[in-house]
Every structure is written in structure tokens, then in C-alpha cells.
């Protein structure tokens, strides 16, 4: 049974941090791409981070860079979001989802992803 299972999310104030993680399970991690999304409300979804479990490349959106940075723990078939300095408008549901053979151009299109978490809620208060 394929299983990922976001956890860490919570309220925070603009300028403060989080760390959320990303448990994977049923399938074989270093298969895989792990890619972090976001969906606040009347958006669409979009890609936020994304992580090669087995070179370790990263990849992340512009309006996150300097900001976050993606991990992953492969013993543990987890991967982290540290989230720094957060913005008001970094408020949205977080997601993670795994990918099979991502190709780089593609890493932010979630119809590329395999598997889907079901999210943690991330509120940044001005």
C-alpha cells in the first residue's frame, strides 16, 4: 500500500519558520522524485520543491528560493521543507507527491506525480 503522510504544518507568524515532513511507504523511495505542492484558496496548485532520492538534486519555484530548502532522510523514506522567513502568502495546504522517472523539465507539473500525500495546512498571520 503506497503511503505519504505530511506532517508539521501549523500557524506561524510572517517571519517565522516551519519544518514539515514527508513520510513515504509501499514503494521502493529511491525510485523516486519527491516534489512539495502548495493549493491556497481560489489558486491552482503549484509546485513548490522537488528532490531526487537517489542523486539528491533539488529543484525549487523562484518566489521560495532563499527561503526553503528540501531534504531528504533515505534510511528514514522521509523528506523535509525547512520553511524560513514565511510571507503571508505562503498560506496554502501543502502537499507532497512522489514521481517515477520525473524529468527535470517537468518537476512542477503535478500530472507528472505518481502518488499524492493529503496535505497539511500552513497559515502565515501578518
Known amino acids: 500500500e503506497v503511503q505519504l503522510v505530511e506532517s508539521g504544518g501549523g500557524l506561524v507568524q510572517a517571519g517565522g519558520s516551519l519544518r514539515l515532513s514527508c513520510a513515504a511507504s509501499?514503494?521502493?523511495?529511491?525510485?523516486?522524485?519527491i516534489g512539495w505542492f502548495r493549493q491556497a484558496p481560489g489558486k491552482e496548485r503549484e509546485g513548490v520543491s522537488r528532490?531526487?532520492?537517489?542523486?539528491?538534486?533539488?529543484y525549487y519555484a523562484g518566489s521560495v528560493k532563499g527561503r526553503f530548502t528540501i531534504s531528504s532522510d533515505n534510511p528514514k523514506n522521509t523528506v523535509y521543507l525547512q520553511m524560513n522567513s514565511l510571507k503571508p502568502d505562503d498560506t496554502a495546504v501543502y502537499y507532497c507527491?512522489?514521481?517515477?522517472?520525473?524529468?527535470?523539465?517537468?518537476?512542477?507539473?503535478?500530472?507528472?506525480?505518481?502518488?499524492w500525500g493529503q496535505g497539511t495546512q500552513v497559515t502565515v498571520s501578518s
Open positions: 507527491a512522489a514521481a517515477l522517472h520525473l524529468r527535470v523539465g517537468v518537476w512542477d507539473r503535478w500530472y507528472e506525480y505518481d502518488y
Open positions: 509501499g514503494f521502493t523511495f529511491d525510485d523516486y522524485a
Open positions: 528532490i531526487s532520492s537517489n542523486d539528491g538534486s533539488t
